[in-house]
């Protein structure tokens, strides 16, 4: 299953703390002030909790194993 978290910085409006980081379980979410939240790959175990929740769709979990079908 080939998933990647990407963000869409023009989505985030980064004038906030971006409230999708307390979502993610494993903490691969971070910010430096009001910026756009980055991203620890290393981290991250794809479940898309912090993608589902953003609500201006900043946050995106991309499904490429459904793209090849």
Not at 21 to 42: H, M, N, R, W
Not at 50 to 67: E, H, M, R, T, W
Request: charged share 25%.
């Amino acid at each position: 299953m080939e998933k990647e978290l990407k963000i869409i910085i023009e989505n985030c409006p980064q004038n906030h703390k971006c409230p999708a980081i307390k979502t993610c379980p494993v903490g691969a979410l971070s910010q430096e002030g009001f910026s756009a939240p980055k991203i620890d790959y290393i981290k991250c175990i794809k479940c898309g909790k912090c993608s589902n929740f953003c609500p201006k769709g900043a946050l995106v979990l991309i499904d490429y194993s459904k793209n090849n079908k």
